[in-house]
C-alpha cells in the first residue's frame, strides 16, 4: 500500500527519484501516466494489469468510454528507475501536470502520484473544493 508523502526537485533531464520504500513496492518495471487533476499517476505492473481489466470492461459504444481510455492510454509508459531510483517523466506528461522544479510524490494506496508541490499546495488549500471533513461526508458509508 502507497501512502505517505515526499519532496523531491526534478532535474534538467525530467528526472524525479521515487523514494526507495515506494520503489520496491512499484518493482523493477512499472508504469506512468496521466493522472486526475493535472498530476502523473504510478503504477506498479500488477496493478497496471487490474486498470487495464477495468479498462477493458468499459462499453466501446459509450463515447466518455472511448475518451477516458484514450486519454489514459495514450499519455502511458512502462519506465525503469536507474541506479539512483530517479526516472524519467515525458516531457508531454511533465507539461500536462506543470512539473517543472519542486515536486511531491504522494502515497495514493494503490498507486502513487507526482504533482508540482504548488499545483499540490493549491489542491489541497483550495477554498472552493470540499474540506477534508466534507469529502468524508459526502461518501456514503465511510468508515474510518
Known sequence: MFMGSHSHNIDSKGRV?????????????FVITRGFEECVAVYSMEEWEKVMERLSQL???????????RMFLSYA???EP????KVIIPSVLREMAHIDKEVLVVGQENHIE???AESWN???GDDDEMSFEEAAEA???LCL
Open 59 to 69: 462499453p466501446s459504444t459509450q463515447k466518455s468510454a472511448r475518451r477516458l481510455k
Open 114 to 116: 507526482i504533482w508540482n
Open 122 to 124: 493549491n489542491y489541497i
Open 17 to 29: 527519484i521515487i523514494p526507495a520504500k515506494m520503489r520496491e513496492q512499484l518493482g523493477e518495471q
Open 77 to 79: 509508459v512502462e519506465v
Open 139 to 141: 461518501i456514503e458509508g
Open 82 to 85: 536507474d541506479k539512483q531510483g
